[in-house]
Every structure is written in structure tokens, then in C-alpha cells.
């Protein structure tokens, strides 16, 4: 075994834990025992993933590994035994999590409440599957069976099952203390049901950790997950102060405290877990993602069904919370570029375990007292040894289990699907299939997004995002002549769409149609001129024609609206590579910089910047830095070959010579010239060739 620097671990998840609300509490003295790992440990804003679903997110972090990896894709998934969806299950679960690579290690951990642990594994510890506090019966002391596969092993149920909470055993005292104005609620008014009933989940949740810490002294590692921050938030953030417009004065005076009223429960739930767990305990506290609690909050009105998780999900911030603490963590530090990927693999190194090489998350060592050398293997998966997974005949495709039903439907075998029935099994499988394109183009690989998305732009031609996905996805590949068609369709039925028409006039640009791009440019611009969201987008078309005074008036306008958009310092850092104004984009690129540390898009330009000011070892510096915090920046590699090979580090240029070509090979493009960077959005200065040949002359 490797260097172990914590004797036990405790991973803590609180679904939409935000920074925002922890500081303003921490300001007002509140959240003491949060506050407490936080001063004696480090933290750091912990970067997501999209789409941001909790169950493909919460997969992701406990598997080290993007959702098309681990197969667990939505909330829910068809039953294979055909009568209608299920919650997405572990069966589905393509890849090992951590609780079975601990338990094949020999170590003892625990697992509790975790998304898509349902059927519960046969871990060396105890299970509690996200579906334990499910099935609460509707009648006060009525039977409250437990599902079968909820907890391992079975001798704890008996132990488990009183500890659950119904929503009715909320008392009023507890209501009052989220509520304080309760006496002024309206009898029709469910919102305090909804709270109570919310607020007895997460105590089910809570009392089940507790009792697995109590008795169980020996283990090596501990998850508990609570989803209670992000249920409440969706409900109740929009009360929360400053008022949002269509929010009345008396619910803002009812409810407006009831967020910050749950963090601090979240925070004596906390003091309870750390006491039982010891203080030799190593904790990790984390979010999947962050929670919108100002400005930008969203709207939610009377929507489509297809489109509810979508809108839902734009509550969501790009970054979560991370607070190492403990046995082999530095104290009161920060630390920068942590994603959601990095949980598993910094866990396995904290138990003193080896990391996966097809993670694609990395170990932050960087939090860690001593030095750590990374240590790996091939894969955790094809290494031999119980893990606790479910035998090979349980484990399955969902989808592909309801094709070979669906068959056996055609073949008269079996009877027909009830049209309600397989209205939300179609459902299903377009999000599902939605949620894996927007993987792949999240990550780079367009060219696997194209398919999925075409295929759903042609079963729902109307809908929005499908189409315009495609669209964008063919203009990421450079396919504008797919991309023009597919736009200018989408725009003859719905003309008054915004993103369309930009992605046309960009592919038109593209393809040299100067006149019609111009043209289009000028409509959207009369058209739109009051959508401060377009600003910076409308300003990128005019810099991919090349009229960067345009491009210039629009940027600005964007930077007088929002100083601290990071996007507009990108947005002139860009440009100003474009017009050879090197300077100018070092100070944008700094200024990104200092708003936010961990952009590689950031470091990425200012390393152009320097490399064309001829200040090599500083641009050297720069994408070492983007590609720290962005390790498949293909562009960045390839400037390090050219800047590599002048200074006649050629170890080092053939290094990334070899992780351009592995990236190619992963994202299964057809491009095969590494040592050109295309132009994209840099401009054509941004070519590493012309300056190593400007540097030659």
C-alpha cells in the first residue's frame, strides 16, 4: 500500500451547497462547525459539469468519471421488466464506484443515501440506498414496508427502519425554527407541508449515518449524501432577499429566511456526523454544483414536460463547495481548479490507494501536507477481486433491456405498452440521449454529440435546444455548410430565434457568404438590440467578420453593464489578439485572471499574448497553467510543441506532440495536423507555426 495520509475519510455530500450563502453566514457568525473544517483545512469552489443533473453529477464524483463512462444518464430509466421507469439504478452503473474499489482493497467503507446506489451492493461496510426514506405511507402509524435491495446487509434493516421520518413527525417547534411567521400561513398554503415533508427525508437520511457511525467504530471510509439544500432551494430560493418581481411582499416575509434557516441545519447535522466519526477523521465536504441566490435567479413558469429538467436545472451555478479537512490537509488555504472528477481520485490517494488512469479527474495534491507522488493503474475495473458489484446478468442497459421488450411487443409476445406508459418511457430516453450529447459537447467530442442531437431535432423539429445543439455542434466541428442549413431551417419556422440566427450568420461568415452574413448581423441587431444576454454574442459575430470597431462598441457596452464578466475581458483579450494589439491582451487576460484564477480560456490567450511578445518562458508558464486546469486543451499542446522546440527541449516538445495525438484519438476526430492550431476564434495570428517562422526570419 501506498503512503496513506488519513486514517479514516468522511465524504459529505450536500446537493447545491453554495459559497454565496456560506460566506453570508459565516459573516453573521453562523455555520460554526463548517467554519471550523474550513479555518483548519482548505477550500476551493469546485467547478461542475453539464449538464447539471444531481444523479449523473453525484455518479461522476463517487466514479472519478463523465456520465457517458458510468451509463447513468437521467433521474429515472425504463424497468427492464417493462412496466413503465424505475429511478436510474446501480445495475445501470457501467464502471466501479468508490465504495466497491475500497471494498476490493480490503477496506471497510460506508455508503448512505448516494444517487443510483439502488439495489444496495454487497460493500465490505453498509449500504443505504437513495431510495431508503421512499414509500412513506400516507396515514399516521400505518406500515411503512422497506423495498426490497435497500440496505446491506439485510441484518440492518430491522436496525434501520424505525429511524425513518415521516413527514407528519415534523414538529411544530422545528417548522417554527425555518418558519418563524408559521401562525401567518394560510390553511391552503403547502408550502410548510412541502418544507416538512423535505425536512423529514433529510432526517431519515441523517438518523441512518448516525446509527452506521455509532455502531460500526472500524471503517476506513464514510459517504453520506443530502439532497436537502437543492429540494428546498427549488422551492423556496426564491423568497429569499432581494425580492424577486414576481414574488409577493407577504411571501417574502414568510419565507424569506427559510434558506439560510436550512444551511444551518445542514451545519448541526454536520457537528453530529464529525462527533460520531471521531476527531482522527479526514472530512471532505462537497456540492455537486452551486445555486442561484441573487440576480440571476430564474423564473419558473407553467412549462413543457420535455423541457421541465432544463429549466429546473438553470437554478444551478457552475461551481460547488469543497472544504478538505482533517489528517494530511494543509490549514486555512485555498486551492484552485477542483472539479467535481477530482473527488475519487484525491479519496483513493488520501486511503493510500492507486488512481485509475481512465479517470479523468486528477488527485489534488496540492491540499495535501506532504508531497504525493500520483500512483496508478491501468484500471480499477479490469483489476481482478470482490468489489461488491452486482453479478454481470443483473447489470444492464435499461434502454436496450426496453428495445428487446419493445420486440417482443412487435412479435405479439407480450402485450402493447398502455400509450401513457410508453409516451414516458419516449420521454425518458430523448433526455437521456439529450444528457449524453450534451456530455460529449461539454468535453470536446462534438463529433459524437452531432448524431444524438440530429436524431432528436428530427422526432421534435420544433424543439429549441435539440436543433440549435446540432447547429452548434457542426459549427464546433467546422462543418458551417451543416451548420447554415441546419440553422436557416430552424429560422424559416421560428424567425424571431436568437441563437439560430447567430450560429447562420457565423457559418455564412465562415463559408465566405460576406454579404449575407453582414446583412443578417445588422437584422439581429435591430432585432435584438434590447437583450443585454446577446451583447457579447453579437459582438463575436462582428469579430469573426473582421469589424472589430463593432466588435469593440458592443464589448464595452457589455463591460459597462458588468465590470467583473469574466466573459467580456475574454471577449477583448480575444480580440486584441486578432488585431495584433499584444499588450492590450496581456492586461485583458490579467484581468480575467483576477476575477477569476482558474479560466484556462485565460491563461490560454495570455500564453498567446507573451509567446507573440517574445516572452517565452512566461507564455511557457501560461499554458502550464491552462492546461493544469484544463488538461485536454489540444491548442495549448500544440503551442507547447512549437515553444518546446525553440528551445530545443525536445523531450518535452515530443511529449505533447504525443498528448495532441492522444487527444485526437479520444475525441475521435478526423483532424490529423498537429503542429497548426486552427484559427477558431484566435484570430490568424494565433498560429504556433508563424511564430516559430516569425522568430526564424
Not at 424505475?86 to 464506484?97: F, G, Q
Not at 422526432?459 to 458551417?480: H, I, V, W, Y
Not at 461568415?509 to 452574413?517: F, H, P, Q, R, V
Request: charged share 25%; hydrophobic share 40%.
Amino acid at each position: 500500500m501506498l503512503n496513506r495520509p488519513a486514517k479514516k475519510l468522511l465524504i459529505i455530500g450536500w446537493d447545491a451547497a453554495d459559497w454565496i450563502i456560506i460566506d453570508r453566514l459565516f459573516s453573521q457568525g453562523k455555520m460554526p462547525h463548517l467554519r471550523r473544517l474550513v479555518d483548519n483545512g482548505v477550500r476551493a469552489d469546485l467547478s461542475t459539469l453539464d449538464p447539471k443533473l444531481s444523479p449523473l453529477l453525484w455518479s461522476s464524483i463517487a466514479t472519478g468519471k463523465t456520465a457517458d463512462k458510468h451509463g447513468i444518464l437521467n433521474f429515472v430509466e425504463p424497468n427492464p421488466a417493462g412496466d413503465g421507469l424505475r429511478i436510474s439504478a446501480s445495475t445501470t452503473r457501467r464502471t466501479k464506484a468508490l465504495w466497491n474499489i475500497i471494498t476490493q482493497s480490503q477496506m471497510k467503507v460506508n455508503a448512505v443515501s448516494w444517487y443510483a446506489s439502488h439495489p444496495a451492493e454487497s460493500i465490505s461496510g453498509t449500504c443505504v440506498t437513495n431510495l431508503f426514506q421512499e414509500g412513506e405511507p400516507s396515514a399516521i402509524g400505518a406500515p411503512w414496508p422497506m423495498q426490497s435491495g435497500t440496505v446491506h446487509p439485510q441484518s440492518w434493516e430491522e436496525k434501520l427502519a424505525p429511524q425513518r421520518t415521516a413527514a407528519k413527525e415534523i414538529t411544530k417547534a422545528e417548522l417554527l425554527s425555518m418558519i418563524p411567521r408559521l401562525h401567518e400561513t394560510k390553511p391552503k398554503d403547502d408550502r410548510p407541508r412541502t418544507l416538512a415533508k423535505q425536512l423529514a427525508r433529510m432526517s431519515s437520511v441523517h438518523h441512518a449515518a448516525t446509527s452506521i457511525l455509532k455502531e460500526s467504530q472500524q471503517w476506513d471510509c464514510t459517504m453520506v449524501f443530502y439532497e436537502t439544500i437543492d429540494t428546498i432551494g427549488h422551492h423556496f430560493m426564491q423568497f429569499l432577499p432581494p425580492k424577486m418581481p414576481h414574488v409577493s411582499k407577504d411571501d417574502l416575509r414568510l419565507y424569506g429566511d427559510v434558506m439560510l434557516k436550512v444551511y444551518e441545519h445542514h451545519d448541526r447535522t454536520l457537528g453530529e456526523l464529525l462527533q460520531h466519526a471521531g476527531p482522527d477523521t479526514t472530512v471532505m465536504l462537497l456540492s455537486d454544483h452551486g445555486f442561484h441566490s441573487g440576480d440571476q435567479r430564474p423564473v419558473i413558469t407553467q412549462t413543457n414536460p420535455d423541457d421541465r429538467a432544463a429549466v429546473e436545472a438553470s437554478w444551478h451555478r457552475p461551481f460547488g463547495v469543497l472544504v478538505m479537512s482533517g489528517a494530511g490537509i494543509k490549514c486555512g488555504e485555498k486551492i484552485s481548479a477542483a472539479s467535481l472528477l477530482d473527488i475519487t481520485p484525491t479519496a483513493l490517494a488520501l486511503l493510500g490507494l492507486p488512481v485509475g488512469e481512465d479517470m479523468d479527474g486528477r488527485v489534488l495534491a496540492e491540499a495535501f501536507t506532504q508531497p504525493y507522488a500520483v500512483e496508478s493503474i491501468e484500471s480499477w475495473d479490469t483489476k481482478p477481486g470482490e468489489a461488491g458489484m452486482h453479478p454481470d446478468d443483473l447489470r444492464n442497459n435499461p434502454f436496450e433491456s426496453q428495445d428487446a421488450l419493445n420486440q417482443l411487443i412487435d412479435l405479439g409476445y407480450m402485450p402493447a405498452l398502455g400509450d401513457d406508459i410508453k409516451a414516458r418511457l419516449e420521454l425518458v430516453r430523448r433526455e437521456s440521449d439529450f444528457n449524453l450529447a450534451v456530455v460529449y459537447m461539454s468535453t470536446g467530442r462534438a463529433k459524437l454529440a452531432e448524431p444524438l442531437f440530429a436524431e432528436l431535432s428530427l422526432q421534435k423539429p420544433d424543439e429549441s435546444r435539440f436543433t440549435t445543439n446540432l447547429a452548434n455542434c457542426q459549427f464546433t466541428a467546422r462543418n458551417f455548410a451543416g451548420c447554415a442549413q441546419t440553422a436557416s431551417a430552424y429560422l424559416q419556422k421560428h424567425p424571431t430565434n436568437a441563437e439560430a440566427g447567430l450560429l447562420l450568420t457565423g457559418s455564412f461568415a465562415n463559408l465566405g457568404k460576406i454579404d449575407e452574413a453582414k446583412q443578417l448581423l445588422k437584422r439581429l441587431e435591430c432585432d435584438f438590440a434590447d437583450r443585454q444576454d446577446l451583447v457579447l454574442s453579437l459582438g463575436d459575430m462582428h469579430g469573426i467578420l473582421g469589424q472589430w470597431d463593432d466588435a469593440a462598441r458592443l464589448y464595452r457596452r457589455g463591460e459597462k453593464d458588468d465590470p467583473q464578466n469574466i466573459r467580456v475581458q475574454l471577449a477583448l483579450a480575444r480580440m486584441s489578439l486578432a488585431t495584433e494589439k499584444w499588450d492590450d491582451a496581456v492586461e485583458f487576460c490579467l484581468n480575467a485572471c483576477e476575477i477569476r484564477q482558474i479560466t484556462p480560456e485565460a491563461h490560454f490567450a495570455l500564453g498567446i499574448a507573451l509567446a507573440w511578445l517574445g516572452d517565452f518562458p512566461h507564455a511557457i508558464q501560461s499554458f502550464d497553467n491552462a492546461l493544469h486546469l484544463q488538461p485536454g486543451l489540444i491548442e495549448a499542446h500544440r503551442f507547447m510543441v512549437i515553444l518546446s522546440e525553440l528551445a530545443a527541449e525536445e523531450s518535452k516538445a515530443q511529449k505533447h506532440r504525443d498528448e495532441v495525438k492522444r487527444l485526437l484519438a479520444t475525441l475521435e476526430t478526423t483532424d490529423g495536423v498537429i503542429d497548426q492550431p486552427p484559427p477558431e476564434s484566435w484570430g490568424s495570428h494565433a498560429w504556433a507555426k508563424s511564430i516559430g517562422r516569425t522568430i526564424a526570419e
